[in-house]
């Protein structure tokens, strides 16, 4: 079993749909929990990060943390064709180096 | 800043041959890693550097890899020799090594081995 799960999609909704993306991990040691876009032939672009559990939000974006299930969402309100991507959760301990675990990736289709 | 800059963007080679990816860190950050991504496997670590140190290539597939970071502002993976299941992209990324260890990555290097 992988370290962390994500499925690959792909994903494809509506322009101006809520789109929910979503991860799901074995390591409770994982502390930051970051959100990475890729746009296609690009390399990973970090989206959104948090520490440990709670929500955040940034514009059309929310992450979510709930270490209790080691699932971690992240949310698009009004999604447009631009946020066309994969989508990489990525995490990490706060001991241990500087290692980042990536998830597989979704990709993201919005239709316009 | 220019970012994470990487060469070369492609690279076509046969099997056999030697392939060397080179890498540029953003200025100042003092971790720089190297990723392979592909469609089966996703995005791998191969190794990281911190204060140009290898701390961990535990992901490194086998001796035909290796990767060096002489100075604190380049770095190269070479493959030597090449085999067909070595195509993939390979991404460089560099950070402060803080924290979450935000990662700032380059364009990649997509290698194709015939």
């Known amino acids: 079993q992988k370290e962390v799960e994500q499925d690959p999609g792909p994903l494809s909704v509506p322009e101006g749909a809520i789109v929910s993306l979503n991860c799901t991990y074995s390591?409770?040691?994982?502390?930051?929990f970051m959100w990475y876009r890729q746009y296609s032939r690009k390399g990973p672009e970090l989206l959104m990060y948090?520490?440990?559990?709670g929500n955040k939000e940034d514009g059309r974006f929310t992450a979510q943390v709930d270490k209790s299930s080691k699932y971690i969402s992240l949310f698009i309100r009004d999604s447009q064709p631009s946020d066309s991507a994969t989508y990489l959760c990525?995490?990490?301990?706060?001991?241990?180096?500087?290692?980042?675990?990536f998830g597989a990736g979704t990709i993201l289709r919005v239709k316009s | 800043d220019a970012g994470v800059i990487q060469s070369p963007r492609h690279e076509v080679t046969e099997m056999g041959q030697e392939v060397t990816l080179r890498c540029k860190p953003i200025?100042?950050?003092?971790?720089l890693f190297w990723y392979r991504q592909t469609m089966m496997r996703g995005l791998e670590l191969l190794i990281y550097?911190?204060?140009?140190?290898?701390?961990?290539d535990s992901g490194m597939p086998e001796d035909r890899f290796s990767a060096k970071m002489p100075n604190a502002s380049f770095s190269t993976l070479k493959i030597q020799p090449s085999e067909p299941r070595d195509s993939a992209v390979y991404f460089c990324?560099?950070?402060?090594?803080?924290?979450?260890?935000?990662?700032?990555f380059g364009a990649g290097s997509r290698l194709t081995v015939l």
């Open positions: 550097f911190n204060n140009n140190v290898p701390i961990d």
């Open positions: 200025s100042g950050h003092n971790s």
């Open positions: 948090t520490y440990s559990s």
């Open positions: 990324a560099s950070s402060s090594g803080s924290g979450a260890n935000v990662l700032t």
């Open positions: 390591n409770s040691a994982f502390q930051y």
């Open positions: 990525a995490m990490k301990t706060s001991h241990g180096g500087n290692k980042l675990v």
